[in-house]
Structure formats: C-alpha cells, structure tokens
C-alpha cells in the first residue's frame, strides 16, 4: 500500500515569495491534516479537512496561509508571501476518517522549506 | 487547552541498555495519549496509543507506556534497545471530547551507541 506523498521534498524561497506544497493522501482515506513542525518543536495542526471540507482551521495563520482539498482526495497548501518564520518541516498526514482522533495518522516524509 | 512536556531533548543509551522517555502532560479533561517515533528522513508513525481500560500499553517494536492519571504523566519504555531504535520520539495528547487534535511535545531525541 502505497503511504502519504508529499512534493517538493526540499525548498528554498526568499522572503515575500510565495509557495505551495502538495500532499497525497492514502487511497480511501477521508480526513487529511496539515501540520507545521519548527525545528525543535513538535508538530503542530495547521488544518484538517474531512472530505473536502474543513473541520479544524483555527491555527492556521489565514492572512498568508490557504489550503484546499479539491474533490475530496489530495490537497495543496500555499504561503503567499512567505516570512522567514515560515521556515519548517510541513507534514501531510491522512486517516481512514471514520473514528475520528483514535484513528491512527499516517504521515508523509515532509517539505522542508527555508526562507531567506 | 492541553499541553505535553517531554523532560529530556535528548536521550543517549548504549546498545541493549533500557530506556526511559518522560512525557507528562496537563489538561482540564480526559484525554487520549500517543506516541510517534520519526526515523530519519521518513515520516511520523505511531507507536502506541492509550484509549483507555489497562494503563499498561504495548506498541510495535518493543516499546511500551505507562499511564498515569494521578502524575499525569505517559513515560516510554523499553527493556533493551537497538542502533535502529536511533530516532526522534513524539508524546501526543488530545482531548477525548471537545477539540479532538493531537497536542505534541517537543520531542525527545534518542541517541544509541555501540
């Protein structure tokens, strides 16, 4: 079974540009997650959608940050413009959907993005 | 709102010595627990998860925690690790009810020499 893609693996922008990142999801799964890791810090939830519809939205930054999850399966997240804090780890993760937090999250390898 | 603390960033064990990763965390209502491991370059992946019933859990790889609700507190065990148990561990805490999101701690980085 093929596990969550996430591309670009790597990228490097300047300040004030923008960026988006791509996330495929495990075949079937239903609820998606966004998660921005700062280098020494934990994950944390950006948004979550179910389906193509947002359940959790409320740490993402919505003056630069946007999300979508066009029919239901994988989804794009985007910067624009970007700051230097920006600079993280973005994790997709993905779960069956049904069972709610108790379903395992299966994550993907990441981007790692740096802005200068 | 809840929190996660892990007590050490970093971890360093020999080769088939046992190991203890400290996690407490603090919240106003029940919670579930979580633990995620992060193997270089790869992605997160869980461990084990407290839902409730034994507070005794076991998870893949030989891993196991303890629940307890009294300290508050969900260290990682196990008895004898490996060069490829060598990655960066992940405490996790969600609300049972309410805000279901998982709440990460900083990590602890586990480190195992020869």
């Known amino acids: 079974e093929a596990g969550v893609a996430q591309s670009p693996r790597y990228k490097i922008i300047e300040k004030r540009q923008s960026v988006a990142f791509w996330c495929n999801p495990i075949s079937g799964h239903a609820t998606l997650y966004w998660y921005q890791q700062i280098l020494g810090q934990g994950p944390k939830l950006l948004i979550q959608f179910q389906n193509n519809g947002v359940v959790d939205d409320s740490q993402l930054p919505k003056d630069r940050f946007s999300a979508e999850r066009l029919k239901g399966v994988d989804s794009t997240l985007k910067i624009q413009p970007a700051k230097l804090e920006d600079s993280a780890v973005y994790l997709c993760?993905?779960?069956?959907?049904?069972?709610?937090?108790?379903?395992?999250?299966?994550f993907g390898p990441g981007t790692r993005l740096l802005v200068l | 709102a809840q929190s996660v603390t892990q007590l050490d960033s970093q971890v360093p064990v020999f080769e088939e010595a046992p190991v203890e990763l400290r996690c407490n965390y603090s919240s106003s209502v029940s919670v579930y627990l979580f633990w995620y491991v992060q193997y270089p370059n790869q992605g997160l992946q869980l461990l084990l998860k407290y839902l409730s019933g034994s507070t005794l859990v076991k998870g893949i790889n030989g891993f196991e925690a303890e629940f307890n609700k009294s300290q508050t507190s969900f260290h990682l065990r196990k008895p004898s690790v490996h060069i490829s148990d060598t990655a960066e561990y992940f405490c996790a805490v969600s609300e049972i009810q309410g805000a279901q999101k998982l709440v990460f701690g900083q990590g602890t980085r586990l480190t195992i020499n020869p």
């Open positions: 993760a993905s779960s069956l959907g049904a069972g709610g937090i108790i379903e395992t999250q299966y």
